[in-house]
């Protein structure tokens, strides 16, 4: 983007006190190292952890805190549900990072971040059983969300993406599935010993992740092929609802990204986990001490 763009008021909405206008933030509240909870309660499970807490803000579901953990800056932030919601925060976040808020200009310096989105999902293989952890290797989005925007060369796999329709026998009247990999310095630093695999973010909770309830499902074997797509030897573990605009928007903008989700269903075996927050817990304390 040309950086003497100035951008106006409608495309770049701040609050009166000159914060971006969904996050609540500025620059000054940004760290190098982001955590993204859906949940806005889990803002306090990760704040907990902090040595110390130097700022705090909230509006509607995105809550944060800025904190210190064994000396070094963190940032939690929640996002609520869906692709959506994950398009306006990391688009505001790296707003934070890479644009004078006061001149509305972008930034002739890139700031990098950090972003590692800590979540929950539902297994697609047997062996992956309740409270143990995913780490998203690569993210297939069927929401289509992507496809809004102009993406950079080389951030978009076109090839694991072609593979998929093809041994899925997509359906061409639903989005077109694109596919992104994680950011591997933060994968080899945060998740080497955790299960990595294929996520598949879904816009939906329900029908879109072939749950069916009262409303049929236009196919009900999606799930059953979903869990034999492979790709390289490396196999679709679970479904969520946020991975893939983080991933594709993230490496997009020039950040480093990241999804753990804590398996709290196992969709093969139709469990789903008693009490799940001990592993959710057990997973913050990894991460900020391996960050």
């Known amino acids: 983007m040309n ?13 009166p006190e000159g914060n971006l206008y969904h996050i609540n933030l500025s620059d000054k509240d940004l760290s190098e190292n982001i955590i993204l909870v859906g949940d806005p309660s889990r803002v306090q499970n990760v704040a907990s952890f902090f040595d110390k807490r130097i700022h705090s803000s909230s509006n509607r579901e995105m809550v944060s805190c800025k904190g210190f953990f064994k000396g070094k800056e963190v940032t939690v932030l ?11 925060v990391v ?3 790296d707003a934070c990072a890479n644009i004078n808020l006061k001149t509305r200009e972008i ?10 989105r800590l979540g929950t999902c539902g297994s697609l293989q047997k062996n992956i ?7 998203s290797k690569y993210v297939i989005g069927i929401d289509g969300i992507m496809y809004f925007y102009k993406n950079k060369e080389g951030v978009l796999n076109k090839e694991i993406a072609d593979d998929f329709i093809q041994q899925m026998n997509w359906d061409k009247s639903l989005p077109r599935p694109y596919a992104v990999e994680c950011s591997n ?45 492979s790709y390289n030897n490396i196999k679709t573990t679970n479904y969520e609802m946020e991975t893939s605009s983080l991933y594709a928007l993230g490496k997009n903008l020039g950040h480093n990204v990241l999804t753990i989700c804590t398996v709290i269903a196992n ?13 959710i817990n057990r997973l913050i304390e990894t991460v900020l001490n391996r960050l």
Do not use: W
Not at 107 to 116: E, F, K, M, S
């Open 3 to 15: 950086c003497d763009k100035k951008l106006t008021a409608s495309e770049l909405v701040l609050t």
């Open 78 to 88: 929640s996002t609520g549900m869906g692709v959506d919601n994950i398009d306006i």
């Open 91 to 93: 688009t505001e976040l």
């Open 107 to 116: 930034n002739p310096v890139h700031r990098t971040l950090n972003i590692i």
């Open 129 to 135: 059983s309740v409270n143990e952890y995913i780490a």
């Open 185 to 229: 310095n933060l994968m080899d630093r945060v998740a080497f010993d955790m299960h990595k695999g294929i996520t598949i973010t879904a816009p939906g909770f329900y029908g879109p992740q072939g749950r069916n309830i009262r409303l049929d499902l236009a196919d009900n074997t999606i799930n059953d092929r979903l869990k034999d797509f």
């Open 267 to 279: 969709r093969e075996k139709g469990e789903f986990s008693e009490d799940y927050h001990p592993a």
